[in-house]
């Protein structure tokens, strides 16, 4: 059973919003939501407290950790701003949270030292370097966001930069939110720090889905438009295999064991993953 009790989750946006309310609804246990001063106010259960707190300000944020005696932080800030997590690790070890759960939930980050990616290794070895015990969550790509990764919108075709048969892992933000609220409340610490936890709702290759989504593949040298940039990146990363949760770039291969894609699904026992044919009602 879990010894966690307080919970403070970081950013109020795709991923902080459902995970908040998803621990809002364990029994006994209380969360508070951070966001920025002067961000848009967010709709979230009665029994969430909200506070507005500047992420760069360590001692504020620790004064928060501390009030609300938080057992567990979890950093949900956008990967643009990964970086800033270190302010919130010094925040942490102020106020000696129990556990740190660093905004991942992506692809593997594991091995990588440059780019974004590289960004949130290096806060997965200052949290080390800080003594604080952590848990990495992979999931891969969110389910929901298929179609924004291929720019299905424009021209209803799957839009793919290089391979279109590299196996890819997609997990939806509800099954991503609940199973991070159910290990935090009930599994023993023992199983959780200082561990990576490799998720996968799905798995398919872009030729999969195109399949699912009844259109064809569009072989494309780049993908344009809104955060063009960002889609082109990712897809190239997961041309090499990266977009597996199972992933390991140092090797090059995908992994086993408790290395493998999915293989952290079973710490929620009895659940059953929601589908890319459910997500989008294919």
Same mark, same amino acid.
């Given at each position: 059973m879990s010894s966690y009790k307080s919970f403070a989750v970081i950013g109020a946006g795709a991923i902080g919003l459902p995970i908040a309310g998803a621990l809002a609804v364990a029994k006994d246990v209380s969360v508070v939501l951070l966001s920025r001063p002067g961000s848009s106010a967010k709709t979230v259960p009665s029994s969430v407290k909200v506070v507005q707190v500047d992420y760069n300000d360590a001692a504020a944020v620790a004064a928060v950790f501390k009030e609300h005696k938080v057992d567990v932080v979890l950093s949900t800030i956008t990967t643009a701003a990964s970086a800033a997590q270190k302010s919130l690790v010094d925040a942490a070890k102020l106020a000696a949270v129990k556990l740190f759960v660093p905004s991942e939930y992506g692809l593997p980050t594991e091995g990588y030292n440059d780019g974004p990616m590289g960004e949130k290794n290096q806060i997965a070895a200052y949290l080390k370097s800080s003594g604080i015990p952590s848990t990495r969550i992979f999931v891969g790509l969110f389910t929901e966001y298929i179609p924004w990764l291929v720019d299905y919108s424009n021209g209803g075709k799957i839009k793919v930069v290089g391979n279109s048969e590299a196996p890819l892992s997609f997990t939806s933000v509800p099954d991503i939110a609940g199973f991070v609220a159910y290990v935090l409340t009930n599994l023993p610490s023992s199983e959780l720090e200082?561990?990576?936890?490799?998720?996968? /709702?799905?798995?398919?290759?872009?030729?999969?889905?195109?399949?699912?989504?009844?259109?064809?593949?569009?072989? !494309?040298?780049?993908?344009?438009?809104?955060?063009?940039?960002?889609? +082109?990146?990712?897809?190239?990363?997961?041309? !090499? /295999?990266?977009?597996? +949760?199972?992933?390991?770039? !140092?090797?090059?291969?995908?992994?086993? /064991?408790?290395?493998?894609?999915?293989?952290?699904?079973?710490?929620?026992?009895?659940?059953?993953?929601?589908?890319?044919?459910?997500?989008?009602?294919?």
């Open positions: 200082d561990r990576i936890l490799r998720l996968e /709702g799905d798995r398919s290759s872009f030729n999969g889905i195109a399949t699912q989504f009844k259109t064809s593949i569009e072989h !494309v040298d780049s993908i344009t438009g809104e955060a063009g940039e960002i889609k +082109t990146s990712l897809q190239r990363k997961m041309n !090499v /295999g990266a977009g597996s +949760t199972g992933w390991d770039a !140092v090797k090059n291969a995908e992994g086993t /064991g408790s290395n493998a894609a999915g293989s952290a699904n079973a710490l929620w026992p009895g659940h059953q993953w929601k589908s890319i044919k459910e997500v989008h009602n294919l």
